[in-house]
């Protein structure tokens, strides 16, 4: 089972590597979840500089793709070479998921054609622009199709990728894990509250 | 102003990257959050490989540090040179907060003498078997001195750190921003709750 974050240049720190620490919770064999890129290295909206752990055109072999966010997303939207690859994404035989920014490119790609969608507050405009319908809650998900708004949405994001893959009892363990100490119970109700209605 | 997270080979990505994301918030001249490691490369828990934004060795001249988690700890609390650097650390002039495991590295340097600590679940044997009471919640503070336990408590530290350095108005906002998409009062009423009694 591999899962990637698509994380490109000028990407929001939270949004890439939340979902990777949490999904990276599940200890099974064929478990792998990677950072993927356009190239080998992209710099952060902060400036942090990473190496990419997949490349971006093995995205038919992925069997769950989540995008993440990030200041560049209107750019990236207009990059031939990154929305074709985009475009053979399959929700038929795929688990996607996107992100605030990450939203858009989802929606320009055409995978949310009829679906509403969630996305960060900056976002929002330019995901109605595409047409969609933006919802005022964290999360959203329609069959293998599934978006989030609000950076700390990705947990719920990565909660439900963990939950369809593996079951609730996976997520809610890799959840408790990285919820505060004394109120571990608290998150892990919320977050599962979020996502069941879509399970 | 100059804070530094410090990130070790082995890091937990949410613990160094969720404080980096919300501490950019502020948008300030001579406002700088780095990633400070001993080593030009450090590679996370999870196989993420990213560059260092400042030295470890300049540890004295950051205005804050938060010292971050991962699971090398306590080959690092055995690295003489890495302890020696954070022996230098001085809570009368430097903001010092540490983040679940990081709270051992402060513990053995003999900052948290007589201070209460947070940390996570693991660490927490380690912690006081260093002789420090370890605390069934996410956030303490005493003084400048503060620690955090569970990997989303650095959504607390994050917004401790700015209270103390902008002030609360500023961490309210940042907290805003990242908080998911209708949720975001409760999220921010709840983070400044914890931080609140240190303030």
Redesign the interface.
């Known amino acids: 089972m591999h899962i990637a974050i698509l994380t490109f240049d000028g990407f929001?720190?939270?949004d890439s590597?939340?979902a990777?620490?949490?999904l990276?919770r599940i200890k099974q064999p064929g478990w792998r979840?990677s950072?993927a890129a356009p190239s080998e290295t992209v710099t952060s909206?902060?400036?942090?500089?990473?190496?990419r752990?997949a490349r971006l055109d093995e995205v038919e072999a992925f069997d769950a793709v989540l995008v993440g966010s990030g200041i560049k997303t209107r750019e990236i939207a207009q990059d031939a070479g990154v929305m074709q690859l985009l475009a053979r994404l399959d929700p038929a035989r795929q688990l996607i998921g996107a992100q605030c920014s990450g939203t858009l490119l989802l929606a320009k790609v055409g995978l949310l054609d009829g679906i509403p969608g969630?996305?960060?507050?900056t976002t929002k405009p330019w995901v109605q622009e595409a047409g969609i319908e933006v919802l005022?809650?964290?999360?959203f998900a329609r069959g293998n199709l599934a978006t989030?708004?609000?950076?700390?949405?990705s947990?719920?994001l990565a909660a439900w990728t963990l939950a369809r893959l593996v079951g609730r009892e996976a997520a809610a363990e890799a959840l408790h894990?990285?919820?505060?100490?004394?109120?571990?119970e608290e998150?892990v109700a919320?977050a599962l509250g979020?996502i069941e209605p879509y399970l």
């Open positions: 929001n720190e939270l590597l939340i990777l620490g949490i990276n979840v950072l909206m902060n400036g942090v500089k990473l190496h752990q969630c996305t960060d507050l005022e809650q964290p999360f989030a708004g609000g950076c700390l949405a947990i719920y894990y990285v919820a505060p100490v004394g109120e571990k998150y919320r979020n």
